[in-house]
């Protein structure tokens, strides 16, 4: 199980269940499929999947977790038409015109006799928890699907004090620096793909791909005041993403080289396999992490 996207949290203060605590807090919000009449159900699952019971997976300290959302499939065109098909037959029968309240109800009502004869899809959000450094990790491409999981956890638990990281400098201005090749730390790479913007909230946006990012016609769009919100980066050799200016990952692929060793050591069975999996990504992102906050002059002091 390799995380393609990270979105971060800080424990404000100490996380204070064990993993097996903490499986015993996440059974009353097992998920539950949907009801006839339920738009979506939220819940947590086995890590490892069906035919697992345990609601948490836990290695060298880290403890994972998964949320399963299940939604009604209802298609916006569908319920538009038969609202309108609906309106059309009261309003002959009226002879007038339907107001927009009369309209929603009408609307409220179709989607509730829909409800029990739609279709679901589901999908399910991974996070793991690494309470001896005070992170949170979530592997979400968005933060809202983050929140939605620190959310709900929040619910479960009673309280969840996590906040996203906060850096002393600026990460676009450091991550202009590297692309200016100045003080680019030794561990990092910079690959051929970044975003630029200017600061201003309307202003121009370029995007660059597959780019030599230290050419010419980069460096003018520099030197007239943009900088770079997202990049693309290489990591000590042992992954690649696409690196934010609000801290988070996108686009995470690992190694071959750690993927070999995962395979290596969880040959068993599924598992074993996902044991290894999950105990050499958290290793490996447990000695990234401090890296990331040191590569922009460490956190912020609480005020």
Request: with cysteine; hydrophobic share 50%.
């Given at each position: 199980?390799?995380?393609k996207n990270l979105q971060l949290y800080r424990f404000t203060s100490e996380f204070q269940y064990t993993s097996e605590e903490l499986a015993e807090k996440l059974i009353p919000g097992e998920f539950q499929p949907c009801g006839?009449?339920?738009?979506?159900?939220?819940?947590?699952?086995?890590?490892?999947?069906?035919?697992?019971?345990?609601?948490?997976?836990?290695?060298?300290?880290?403890?994972?977790?998964?949320?399963r959302k299940e939604e009604?499939?209802?298609?916006?065109?569908?319920?538009?038409?038969?609202?309108?098909?609906?309106?059309a037959i009261i309003e002959e029968q009226e002879g007038r015109k339907l107001y927009r309240k009369e309209r929603e109800t009408l609307k409220e009502e179709i989607i509730f006799d829909a409800l029990p004869h739609a279709f679901t899809r589901s999908s399910r959000t991974f996070a793991y928890i690494d309470p001896r450094n005070g992170w949170l990790v979530v592997d979400a491409a968005s933060p809202k699907k983050a929140e939605e999981l620190t959310s709900y956890l929040r619910e479960t638990l009673g309280s969840l004090?996590?906040?996203?990281?906060?850096?002393?400098a600026s990460p676009s201005v450091v991550m202009t620096q590297?692309?200016?090749e100045e003080n680019v730390p030794e561990d990092l790479l910079v690959l051929n793909e970044a975003e630029l913007r200017e600061s201003a909230e309307d202003g121009s946006i370029i995007r660059c791909k597959n780019q030599d990012l230290s050419a010419e016609e980069v460096t003018a769009h520099l030197d007239a005041g943009k900088q770079a919100y997202k990049l693309a980066v290489e990591w000590d050799e042992n992954f690649s993403a696409m690196l934010n200016d609000d801290l988070t990952l996108k686009r995470l692929k690992f190694d071959e080289s750690l993927i070999s060793e995962a395979d290596d050591a969880g040959t068993e069975d599924a598992a074993a396999k996902f044991d290894a999996d999950f105990a050499i990504m958290t290793l490996t992102l447990g000695r990234f992490l401090p890296r990331l906050l040191e590569y922009f002059e460490g956190e912020k002091t609480p005020v």
């Open positions: 199980m390799w995380f006839k009449r339920d738009l979506s159900q939220y819940g947590w699952v086995a890590p490892m999947g069906p035919g697992f019971a345990e609601l948490i997976h836990a290695a060298n300290g880290f403890t994972m977790i998964c949320a009604k499939v209802m298609p916006s065109a569908v319920i538009k038409e038969l609202v309108e098909d609906k309106a004090p996590v906040v996203p990281p906060q850096v002393v590297w692309l200016r």
